[in-house]
């Protein structure tokens, strides 16, 4: 078999299988092509690439599968190649069989193959396609103006940083917001544009951030170079690997300077809307308070009336009782004078008028007790003190119950009463006329009442004692209450106004008076009187 063929007239070139041995298996597309540029032999990757069979191609040129201006720019660097024996490497747009467009990149350089009678030169064509490189690369440049363009018209501010919170790369808006070049923020050059009261926390939290890889977000105040400041929100997050670790920061920083002062005034007012709130809560419930208080004092002054209006209907009830007595005891002695016919001996005469005495000196009492309760209630009442005898008037008194109530015996030991006392006499003795009084009236006829007075310290005491009906202890308490008397003095005449004035009388007096009873066996009242008061007064 003859190892040349002739395609056309004019060349000879080694068959096939020869140029299969030499560059079927070439690791890239290979194209043989002689000094007129017809193709000689192209391998399976190079037809592949076109999408053509070999023996379609074999004695074809670039002029018969491409247009005019492409074959012809193809054809003059195989020209050049060949004449210069140069090798080029360049990029072609090549236009394929279907009408697609490729970009190639292109290795030439100038061989040798044997025909008869000597060599003749070819060009050997490698082929890389690079048309998805470069589509690619265009995307990027694409994606990369597009990138720009967004970080140059985006209203808030980029900002990229490593994995160690280190600036990198932020947007032109940073000298909007800082008045200062973009390199300056690089780093941690971004600290010194911070308030001074925010930069602590600020680098605080972003430190943290970067250390446990958190989403930062924080606003805070930048201040430009003329030392003005404006409210920023920075809002940042991680990007991290496949292994989970934190490879960049990407961040926002958003002027909300006026939103902020909005925000600012807005809580402001709530903060004074709930203090006028809390106010006006407290002023409600101080007034709600002040109702209940006098709704309660209303109450109770409406019970107390009505206990009052009870007491004082008992009273006017015992009053009139009270004054019958001794008007029916006045009357029946002078009705005994008018009556009696024969003579009128002195015996007579004095005991109708000691009765008669007796009874006027207790409506006097009755009329004396009522006219001090009155004054008591009113608070006109006065204490006029001077300097007085306590003896001598615990004498007058004692000599006058003596004298109306014969039937007791009144005894006394007051020798230890100093000599000078500042009192109100015509007070104090009301007080013991009235203690002396309800002894006398409390205790059956022929028993003892016993009267002590003495000096303890700056104190000075006098106790009035009798053996009469006694009271019961749950009665004390509220012995000294007007209008109130004992369930032991049931049946006897009284008012329950007495006790009343004595205690008032003697803390007047900036005394205290006390009771001991025992029910059925006698009471003891006791008078307590400063003494120490009287030392000053009297020097004074």
């Not at 923020?185 to 446990?212: I, N």
């Not at 009113?378 to 039937?407: H, M, V």
């Amino acid at each position: 078999m003859n190892h040349y063929s002739a395609i056309g007239s004019d060349l000879q070139i080694p068959h096939r299988e020869l140029l299969e041995d030499l560059f079927e298996g070439a690791p890239r597309p290979t194209i043989i092509k002689d000094e007129q540029s017809r193709f000689l032999f192209l391998n399976s990757k190079a037809c592949e690439m076109f999408g053509v069979h070999l023996d379609d191609l074999l004695g074809l040129t670039d002029h018969d599968l491409l247009p005019a201006a492409e074959a012809d720019r193809i054809q003059e660097v195989d020209a050049g190649v060949l004449a210069t024996g140069e090798e080029r490497l360049f990029e072609e747009d090549v236009t394929g069989p279907d009408g697609t467009t490729r970009t190639l990149l292109t290795h030439k350089r100038r061989s040798f193959v044997p025909v008869p009678g000597g060599k003749k030169p070819v060009v050997v064509v490698v082929i890389s396609d690079i048309t998805e490189l470069r589509h690619a690369e265009e995307v990027l440049r694409a994606s990369e103006e597009h990138y720009r363009s967004l970080v140059e018209l985006h209203p808030q501010t980029p900002w990229v940083a490593d994995a160690e919170g280190n600036v990198i790369e932020v947007g032109p808006g940073w000298q909007n917001a800082s008045g200062r070049e973009v390199g300056e923020a690089l780093g941690r050059g971004w600290e010194k544009t911070l308030h001074p009261k925010d930069l602590a926390e600020v680098v605080e939290k972003w430190d943290a951030a970067v250390r446990t890889g958190a989403p930062f977000d924080m606003t805070y105040r930048i201040g430009t170079a003329k030392g003005r400041y404006r409210w920023y929100r920075n809002r940042a997050a991680p990007r991290v690997d496949a292994g989970g670790r934190v490879v960049r920061w990407y961040g926002l920083l958003e002027d909300v300077h006026d939103r902020q002062l909005a925000l600012k005034a807005l809580q402001s007012s709530e903060r004074r809307l709930r203090q006028h709130r809390d106010e006006l809560e407290k002023v409600v419930q101080a007034r709600t308070a002040e109702v209940q208080e006098k709704n309660i004092e209303l109450d109770r002054l409406l019970q107390h009336e009505r206990g009052i209006n009870a007491l004082q209907r008992r009273f006017v009830g015992m009053i009139s009782h009270e004054f019958r007595t001794p008007l029916a005891v006045i009357d029946g002695a002078a009705q005994r004078l008018t009556r009696t016919k024969a003579a009128i001996t002195p015996q007579f005469l004095e005991g109708k008028a000691l009765q008669i005495k007796g009874a006027v000196a207790r409506m006097v009492e009755l009329m004396e007790s009522i006219l001090a309760a009155g004054r008591l209630e009113t608070g006109t009442i006065a204490i006029n003190k001077e300097a007085s005898s306590l003896s001598e008037i615990l004498g007058q008194c004692i000599a006058s119950r003596a004298e109306i109530s014969k039937t007791h015996t009144i005894s006394h030991d007051l020798e230890a009463l100093p000599a000078l006392q500042m009192v109100d006499r015509a007070a104090i003795e009301r007080v013991f006329s009235n203690l002396l009084s309800n002894a006398v009236k409390y205790s059956p006829a022929g028993s003892r009442i016993r009267v002590n007075g003495w000096r303890d310290g700056r104190r000075v005491l006098v106790s009035v004692t009798d053996s009469g009906i006694g009271m019961d202890a749950d009665d004390l308490p509220k012995l000294f209450e007007p209008y109130f008397r004992a369930r032991s003095a049931t049946g006897i005449a009284g008012t329950g106004i007495g006790l009343n004035i004595v205690k008032e009388i003697v803390e007047l007096h900036g005394g205290s008076i006390s009771v001991q009873s025992v029910l059925g066996q006698g009471t003891t009242f006791t008078v307590e009187l400063p003494f120490e008061e009287v030392k000053r007064q009297q020097s004074a």
